[in-house]
Every structure is written in C-alpha cells, then in structure tokens.
C-alpha cells in the first residue's frame, strides 16, 4: 500500500510527461476511429503523433527532472495499448497479426507479472530499458507503414511482421533476464 500512495503524490502524477502519456491514451480511440472509417492517412499521421509524444515525453522527464514511478508505470501501459490497438486494426487487413499480437499479449503478461514481483522484492519501479524502447521503435514504425501503405505487398508486409516477432523476442529475452536478476536481489 505504501508503493501506491507514493504514486499519488501531487509530483507524481502532475508532469507533463505523464500528461503525454495520457494524451497517448486517450489518441488510441480516435486513431482505431479513424482507421476503421478507411482514413489510413490520418489514422497513420495520428500514430505518428502518439510516436513523437512517446519520444518527447522521456526527454522532458529527463531534462527537467520530472522522472516519477507513476511516469514509469504510465508510459509503456500507453505504448502497449497503441500497440494492441494498431494490432488489432491491422489484422482485419493481414490475418498474420493475429500472431503478433498473441506474441506481444504473453511477453506483456509475462513482463507485467515478473515486474510486478520484482516492485514487491525490490520497492523500486525501474524504468524502460534500451531493448524495449528500440522493440516499441520497431512496432510502431511498422504498424505506421501498413497503415499509410495499405498497397504493400503481401511478402514485404510477412517480412515487416516477422521482423516486428524478432525483435519482441529479443526484449522478452531481454527484459525476463533482468527481471529475474531482480527478484533474485541481483544487481
């Protein structure tokens, strides 16, 4: 109980990082809006946006000081639900997404209880780390071109899919490594 009052401290939660975390989250409805009403251009120009913002958000938190254990847990609950939601607008189009998305549905389960345990062990919140920014990275630009580009050929969409499969499981190799040597009290 204590790790979540320190969540909601007035320093905590009012950053304009967290503020852009939240904007990330309240964009999703309008860019699956957009995409299902056939708008691919500004439902791509939308993902952009929420992209920039997911790029911003970490600078200014580092910059101005504004780094905070809530900003830790909001930022990648926001990339993760861009991210499924781009999934699941996507497989309507490419039936091979279905795949990637059950990929990133138990790397993100799996993660989310190891980090879980290792916040109890640890009572601390780490923050993303360089393999899970470059995965997000990879996803999102991905998912941004078979939404501007709804002609790409179907082999070329394969290999950006298969791509995308890599290098989740590169930070799920990654991030379970860490999260292990976390619980086991490692440094």
């Not at 900003?71 to 996507?90: E, R, W, Y």
Request: charged letters at 15%; hydrophobic letters at 55%.
């Amino acid at each position: 109980m204590h790790q979540f009052r320190k969540l909601l401290t007035h320093e905590q939660i009012f950053t304009i990082p967290n503020f852009m975390s939240l904007f990330r989250l309240v964009l999703v409805p309008f860019i699956i809006w957009t995409y299902w009403k056939d708008a691919y251009d500004i439902a791509a120009a939308m993902v952009l946006v929420s992209a920039l913002t997911d790029i911003f958000d970490g600078m200014i938190a580092r910059k101005f000081n504004m780094v905070s254990d809530l900003g830790k847990i909001l930022d990648p609950i926001s990339d993760k639900v861009t991210q499924a939601a781009l999934m699941v607008c996507l497989a309507s189009r490419y039936s091979f997404v279905w795949f990637v998305f059950a990929l990133l549905a138990v790397k993100e389960l799996t993660m989310f209880a190891l980090g879980t345990i290792a916040i109890k062990r640890r009572n601390t919140v780490h923050s993303a780390k360089w393999y899970g920014k470059f995965c997000t990275a990879v996803l999102e630009t991905c998912m941004f071109l078979l939404i501007l580009f709804p002609g790409i050929p179907a082999n070329v969409t394969v290999i950006m899919l298969l791509l995308c499969c890599a290098v989740m499981l590169f930070s799920f190799a990654m991030y379970f490594c860490f999260f292990v040597s976390q619980i086991r009290g490692e440094k």
